[in-house]
């Protein structure tokens, strides 16, 4: 089958209009669908070069989501809920957690998935090659549409933001945006139809 297949990371769905059935995993991509049969390739086992090739044990872990209605934000959700679980380790103090929520998506589309967060590549404290480095430190936020609709919420957090700007995905800063809130700071967020956002929030 891999003549038909397609790559499909996290899930793949078959929907009609009342009714669907979405297929999770976390490590076999190749997706084939015929008529009402979707099928999961668990192992390629090619004989060239290696003639040896996934000979051996296998861990392989999918799901079946059944779900009511045309396909939407709750397959995208378990889908990334199956491929990351979250984990709390037994180290986490009340401050480890505190940062874990003090970046958010707050009052957004349900569409939208805060994908990364994460320090600022070029920040002179991170950065360890011979580019441009950035003085003071920031934190780099990516957002994205998963339905493909235009998409709006707030990005709102509890660290001393000076200014936020909307990047490209090298983080080199496009436009500042507007930052409201004396107390956790918020800023309104659009995102069109499939888009990747990157936001870089200097501290």
Not at 17 to 42: H, P, Q, W
Not at 111 to 134: F, I, M
Not at 144 to 155: K, P, Q
Request: charge should be neutral.
């Amino acid at each position: 089958m891999a003549k038909f297949e397609v790559c499909c990371h996290k899930w793949a769905d078959l929907s009609e209009s009342g009714y669907g059935v979405s297929i999770l995993n976390d490590s076999k991509y190749g997706f084939a669908t015929a008529g009402n049969l979707m099928r999961l390739s668990l192992i390629r086992a090619s004989k060239a070069p290696d003639d040896t090739a996934d000979i051996g044990h296998h861990r392989i872990r999918y799901a079946i989501l059944p779900h009511s209605g045309p396909l939407d934000y709750r397959t995208v959700r378990a889908g990334y809920n199956f491929n990351h679980p979250l984990a709390i380790e037994s180290a986490c103090g009340p401050e480890t957690l505190q940062d874990f929520q003090a970046v958010r998506l707050v009052d957004a589309t349900p569409a939208l998935v805060l994908d990364t967060v994460k320090r600022g590549q070029d920040d002179e404290d991170v950065s360890n090659d011979n580019l441009p480095r950035r003085k003071g430190k920031s934190v780099i936020v990516r957002i994205f549409d998963s339905m493909g609709g235009r998409s709006t919420g707030v990005l709102e957090t509890d660290l001393k933001v000076q200014k936020v700007f909307k990047c490209n995905l090298l983080e080199d800063d496009l436009e500042e945006l507007p930052i409201e809130g004396s107390g956790p700071r918020r800023v309104n967020i659009v995102l069109r139809a499939f888009e990747v956002a990157t936001y870089r929030l200097q501290l």
